[in-house]
Nanobody, 126 residues
Framework: VQLQASGGGLVQPGGSLRLSCAVS????????IGWFRQAPGKEREGLSC????????FYADSVKGRVSASSDNAKNTVFLHMNNLKPEDSAIYYC????????????????????WGQGTQVTVSS
């Protein structure tokens, strides 16, 4: 099982980024894919998750309206589109897989996830 996050980088405040998470080694529609981030000295924060089965999405209040999750099931890839980025969005962003039946409430609780990617750094700075 592998989750490969990519697409991070340096972006100016107000800018946008699209993160990608390529997954392999499990049946895509048996899992939902979540996005988390962790900044230095802060706890890991759940941001969103998207069902691999039907594309249903869930967002944390802290990022709702600024992020959008999507998927390309044919390519087993999930995306996180982030807009109007702020310096406080700077963190390492991770994608992770959770069993589909846990989607919803458990989307934002990392301990329920089965598999994790390695993370991609996002830095928002002028």
């Amino acid at each position: 099982v592998q989750l490969q996050a990519s697409g991070g980088g340096l972006v100016q405040p107000g800018g946008s980024l699209r993160l990608s998470c390529a997954v392999s080694g499990f049946k895509f529609d048996d899992y939902a894919i979540g996005w988390f981030r962790q900044a230095p000295g802060k706890e890991r924060e759940g941001l969103s998750c998207i069902s691999g089965l039907n594309g249903k999405t869930f967002y944390a209040d802290s990022v709702k309206g600024r992020v959008s999750a999507s998927s390309d099931n044919a390519k087993n890839t999930v995306f996180l589109h982030m807009n109007n980025l702020k310096p406080e969005d700077s963190a390492i962003y991770y994608c992770a897989a959770i069993e589909e039946f846990r989607i919803g409430y458990y989307c934002f609780i990392g301990q329920f996830y089965n598999y994790w990617g390695q993370g991609t750094q996002v830095t928002v700075s002028s």
